[in-house]
């Protein structure tokens, strides 16, 4: 390996050892480690053709992928090589692995579902290949001034990125507007504009390198290259006029993940990922097919969310204006093709389109989409439309185009199948089925929580990274005195880095013998962090106040970001650190509380934070979560939750035992009901003192003496709208919390309590997901015999 490196150090990065920078080390690295994929990745691509095996073909507009070295480096079986290789050559191996930019090609969890989807894909060893855009620009840097969030671009591609492989021939046109020509009953699409999309490939190999599929996302450029005879007529804007359309197709992820901006250039991007996709997978199936109504037995498409949802007309065009099928027959073949997992219950991210601007961007889908919406009404007359107000309703076209709807947790496709969608559930009764999230045990285990991973080996074998129920062994050693004393060390050491790196960071200077409390994800208000930070006061208030009282120390850890437009959320942010900025000066509390709110938060601060978590802070407002994620992975790494009956919650506590899981607040019916009262949220603050009395601080000024009056819009509404409830469970909510720093006090049945929770959430691994998947919706089997049984 260290040959490898210097190899490619010298001829891939031009540079001798004597001149490279940690960047042309860890480009060599990485660079090395690839060329350890290729074999398999080879095999596999050719297993699959020999067999004419189905495929997967996994669409989304986001893959939250992170750093790779480390990821790619374990799943080898090539960490302890490559640390070895790496310090012979002099350099510092955690240097190199921190050196790489984080791919953050996705908002949150929709984004890092694909990617854990694509790590347990190859594990499991089923063709499959995930589509998406390369975009220039991932998610916004995050940083704050005077504790308010600003946006940077994120530039991760101003480096080489090292995994990837461009395919300059594989490209296909992608057309936008243009109008239709109809024609002797025949129909022919004329767009107006083309752009080029352009593949470029990253392998995804699974544990232990036996499988591996591929990334394929597309980037944009120019049909007609740049125009000489403009730019010799001294026409410079006209010479690169084509140029422009292109280059910002793939420019940036866009941000919001919740309010749906209606842009006409997300359309585009939706459109010019999702045809080039399809394109590229029917290329494919004539290579060894040549009846295009063999199609269902070769391909499963599933799309993430609504976002690639004009997959359903696109394939309709193709095949009926291209191949002649009939409208009916074609619909039919598309939807045997077609899944579609809905990600949330909101109505404000529930995409919809105008319908002029699909019109004049996507002129042949409107036509279809109607064609779809009248076959639908004649067949199901008053079924849910599609069409409705001058608008194109993306969910219930995916619905409509799908042979199976999934909702990802047990709570969640319940209420699709209640409210988004209870019309077309009766319609179609048995087309939502459920597939509960997961979350790749190998990053969110045995790559980012070291100390306890390797404890666990030592204990059970290596077995649980490929099938994480055997972690379930664990659960014999809740009584075990000595193996409870091992898990909190490694709950120790991973506190003690995290400790470091705050006061490197952050400056705040933080106990690791305090609970670390932690809520990370992306800010909004259903998701209630403002209930955290109000929480946060109250506690200290009465610690304030009576400092002796044998309080449990905390230290309360905050990390997301807010959709840039979202005005409410970054005033939530906003208010945390100026109640941080008071609270964490505060001599009489000093060793009683403090509140760490670092920046930027991304995929690999998430694996630096919940390794070191105690508590969980899983708030949301019940029926509001489709699932979470991130729930799993803190359970994984031995926290306890504090939470509501939403989402994946319900399940988690289900398998860790109540008595393992500090519940508080409404569950999803009991909101529902209490929305119904007038005046809820003034009457459940009217009859909680500490509330009030939090509210009032936060009112006068108590966080913000220089402009008292900033935060009147934020209460304001909590006493007179509240929507998410913070009013009505602020009171169950506080008092869990102090449930949870009773139990804290006794280390020894926390670590049993803890113990319980990593030792029982085996189930949520995403290769339990997957092989959900393969057997319910997609119809596919593994190529590696054996392991989908
Ligand atoms: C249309 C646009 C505004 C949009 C862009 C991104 C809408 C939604 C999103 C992303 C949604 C998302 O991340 N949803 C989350 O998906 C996770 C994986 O299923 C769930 O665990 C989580 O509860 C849900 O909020």
């Not at 997992?341 to 105008?354: C, G, V």
């Not at 930027?600 to 934070?609: C, D, F, K, P």
């Not at 009991?670 to 009112?699: D, T």
């Amino acid at each position: 390996m260290k040959d490898d490196i210097l190899a490619h150090l010298r001829y891939s990065l031009g540079k001798d050892a004597g001149h490279a920078a940690i960047y042309d080390w860890r480009m060599a690295l990485s660079l090395t480690l690839r060329d350890r994929m290729m074999d398999s990745w080879f095999q596999s691509t050719k297993t699959s053709y020999d067999r004419h095996a189905k495929r997967v073909y996994y669409l989304s507009m986001e893959f939250l992928i992170g750093r790779l070295v480390e990821d790619v480096a374990a799943n080898l079986g090539l960490v302890e090589e490559a640390r070895a290789a790496v310090a012979e050559l002099g350099q510092d191996y955690d240097l190199l692995v921190k050196d790489e930019p984080d791919a953050a090609l996705g908002n949150g969890g929709l984004g890092r579902l694909a990617a854990c989807f694509m790590d347990s894909l190859a594990t499991l060893g089923i063709p499959a290949m995930g589509y998406g855009i390369r975009y220039e620009h991932g998610l916004f840097e995050q940083d704050f001034v005077e504790g308010q969030q600003i946006e940077k671009p994120e530039t991760w591609l101003q480096q080489r990125h090292a995994w990837e492989f461009e395919r300059p021939e594989v490209s296909y046109k992608v057309g936008f507007g243009g109008h239709v020509h109809h024609h002797e009953g025949k129909a022919q699409w004329h767009p107006h504009e083309t752009v080029i999309a352009t593949a470029f490939d990253t392998p995804v190999v699974g544990w232990q390198g036996r499988w591996g599929n591929t990334l394929r996302l597309w980037s944009a450029r120019p049909q007609k290259e740049f125009d000489l005879a403009s730019f010799n007529r001294g026409d410079y804007l006209a010479a690169s006029r084509s140029e422009a359309l292109a280059r910002t197709i793939c420019r940036v992820l866009y941000p919001d993940d919740t309010t749906e901006s209606g842009k006409e250039l997300r359309l585009k991007q939706e459109y010019f990922f999702t045809a080039a996709s399809i394109k590229d997978l029917l290329r494919r199936f004539f290579t060894d097919h040549d009846d295009i109504r063999q199609l269902p037995d070769a391909a499963a498409i599933q799309l993430n969310d609504t976002h690639p949802a004009i997959a359903g007309p696109e394939l309709v065009r193709i095949l009926a204006d291209e191949h002649g099928l009939e409208m009916a027959e074609a619909i039919d073949l598309a939807r045997r093709c077609l899944g579609y997992t809905n990600h949330t219950l909101l109505p404000e991210a529930l995409e919809r389109w105008p319908e002029w601007l699909l019109g004049r961007v996507l002129p042949r889908h409107l036509e279809i989409i109607r064609a779809i919406e009248a076959g639908q009404q004649a067949q199901y007359p008053g079924s849910p439309r599609i069409l409705d107000h001058g608008n194109v309703n993306m969910g219930e076209l995916a619905f409509i185009m799908a042979h199976k709807v999934n909702g990802v947790s047990a709570l969640h496709t319940d209420l699709v199948k209640s409210t988004v969608f209870a019309d077309l559930h009766r319609i179609h009764p048995t087309r939502i089925v459920n597939q509960t999230n997961g979350i790749t045990p190998r990053r969110w285990l045995h790559g980012c929580n070291p100390a306890l991973s390797g404890l666990i080996t030592r204990e059970i074998g290596e077995g649980w990274a490929a099938d994480l129920e055997q972690l379930g062994a664990l659960r014999t050693r809740t009584g075990d005195p000595d193996f409870l004393r091992a898990f909190m060390a490694a709950k120790r050491t991973n506190k003690e880095r995290l400790s470091n790196w705050v006061q490197d960071h952050c400056g705040i200077a933080i106990d690791p013998d305090a609970m670390f409390d932690v809520q990370i994800k992306r800010i909004h208000e259903y998701k209630r962090q403002l209930m955290n930070i109000l929480e946060t006061i109250a506690l200290w208030n009465e610690m304030h106040a009576n400092p002796q009282a044998g309080w449990t120390p905390r230290v309360k850890i905050f990390g997301g970001k807010a959709a840039p437009g979202y005005h409410v959320a970054k005033e939530i942010i906003r208010l945390i650190n100026d109640v941080a900025a008071v609270v964490n000066n505060d001599p009489v509390t000093k060793d009683l509380l403090k509140i760490v709110y670092p920046p930027n938060y991304n995929v690999t601060m998430a694996e630096l934070l919940i390794p070191a978590a105690d508590l969980s802070e899983q708030i949301s407002t019940a029926g509001k979560e489709a699932s979470g994620t991130g729930n799993m992975k803190f359970a994984l790494n031995g926290a306890l939750t504090i939470g509501t009956l939403d989402g994946a919650n319900v399940e988690i506590r289900e398998h860790v035992g109540a008595e393992n899981f500090f519940l508080f607040g409404l569950t999803a019916e009991e909101v529902i009901e209490r929305r119904s009262h007038h005046g809820y949220a003034r009457a459940a603050i009217e009859q909680s003192p500490r509330m009030q009395k939090v509210l009032a601080q936060i009112a006068e000024g108590r966080f913000s003496p220089q402009e008292p009056g900033r935060y009147h819009g934020l209460v304001g509404n909590l006493w007179d709208h509240d929507h998410f409830l913070v009013s009505c469970d602020f009171d169950s909510y506080f008092d869990t919390q102090r449930r949870a720093d009773e139990a804290f006090k006794h280390q020894a049945t926390w670590a049993a309590m803890a113990l319980s929770n990593t030792a029982s959430v085996g189930w949520f691994s995403s290769d339990r997901t997957i092989r959900g998947y393969a057997r319910d919706i997609w119809n596919v089997h593994s190529a590696i015999d054996g392991q989908l049984e």
